[in-house]
């Protein structure tokens, strides 16, 4: 049943990609605005096909006229269809992504942010990027652990990936966010099955995707916490412990809970 879950899905998601390719690619020509639409109608048409259902707190909004850096845990590549179905926001992610063939080309065209972390004379020029587009208005969600969890705990942040959220005025807003992975079939999920559908180590994508996509019906918890100002910390490192502390706070409650 697995197998035939598996490929049915698999049928669907490449005749998504295949429309969505070329819509993605003329909105991306049309304009700016428009490129940014489309993406959450994207994700959205995935979450559909796997059948994975998404249980969120009300978001709370940003009153001001200005961007929101969200600040995540990571544990699967669905974790991204998680978040774009909710957020109109880009992500941030480093410049090997966008070389994961149709992956990577996917990322591209959903208005991924890459950074080339091996080039530290372009490091600032990114955060001051980041910040001027924040500032602006738009949205981007970075995942700080810098890597994927099993999904039963987090993995320290580095600091230095929060560097952009600072500026002279230290005028970002930034909302951590949890994820967690609390149910298979409506039933709560243990430590292995947890660890089962993430993806870690040297498990490839398409590998990861695939135990993923079998398993059965999944519910993931978002769960948004308190929206903040970065004034309200000293540094990048105090903001990254505390973020650590509040998306760990979230994950082990909806375990618990569950």
């Known amino acids: 049943m697995s197998i035939l879950r598996l490929i049915f899905i698999l049928?669907?998601?490449?005749?998504?990609i295949a429309f969505s390719i070329p819509v993605q690619f003329f909105c991306n020509m049309i304009g700016f605005k428009l490129k940014k639409v489309y993406p959450l109608y994207f994700?959205?048409?995935?979450?559909?096909?796997?059948?994975?259902?998404?249980?969120?707190?009300?978001?709370?909004?940003?009153?001001?006229?200005m961007g929101v850096l969200y600040i995540a845990n990571h544990v699967s590549w669905f974790d991204i269809i998680c978040l774009g179905?909710?957020?109109?926001?880009?992500?941030?992610?480093?410049?090997?992504?966008?070389?994961?063939?149709?992956?990577?080309?996917?990322?591209?065209l959903s208005n991924t942010f890459f950074i080339d972390n091996e080039n530290k004379n372009k490091i600032i020029e990114y955060n001051h990027l980041i910040q001027?587009?924040?500032?602006?208005?738009?949205?981007?969600?970075?995942?700080?652990?810098?890597?994927?969890s099993d999904g039963n705990g987090i993995k320290n942040f580095k600091s230095s990936m929060l560097e952009c959220a600072f500026d002279n005025n230290n005028e970002i807003n930034i909302q951590p966010i949890s994820i967690c992975y609390s149910k298979l079939n409506n039933i709560p999920m243990g430590i292995y099955l947890r660890?089962?559908?993430?993806?870690?180590?040297?498990?490839?994508?398409?590998?990861?995707m695939?135990?993923?996509l079998r398993s059965g019906r999944i519910t993931v918890d978002i769960i948004f916490h308190d929206l903040m100002s970065v004034n309200n910390f000293k540094n990048r490192k105090e903001l990254a412990a505390h973020c650590e502390k509040q998306i760990l706070s979230g994950l082990n409650q909806s375990i618990k809970v569950n």
Do not use: C, H
């Not at 660890?195 to 990861?208: C, E, K, L, Q, Y």
């Open 132 to 148: 001027k587009k924040l500032k602006a208005g738009e949205n981007f969600i970075i995942f700080p652990e810098g890597t994927t």
């Open 210 to 212: 695939a135990n993923f």
């Open 43 to 65: 994700y959205q048409m995935i979450k559909i096909v796997t059948g994975i259902n998404i249980n969120f707190n009300k978001i709370k909004l940003n009153k001001k006229n």
């Open 85 to 108: 179905t909710l957020l109109n926001a880009r992500f941030i992610a480093k410049k090997e992504v966008s070389q994961m063939g149709i992956f990577g080309f996917l990322a591209m």
């Open 195 to 208: 660890r089962n559908i993430a993806w870690v180590g040297d498990t490839s994508m398409v590998a990861a």
């Open 11 to 16: 049928i669907f998601l490449l005749l998504i």
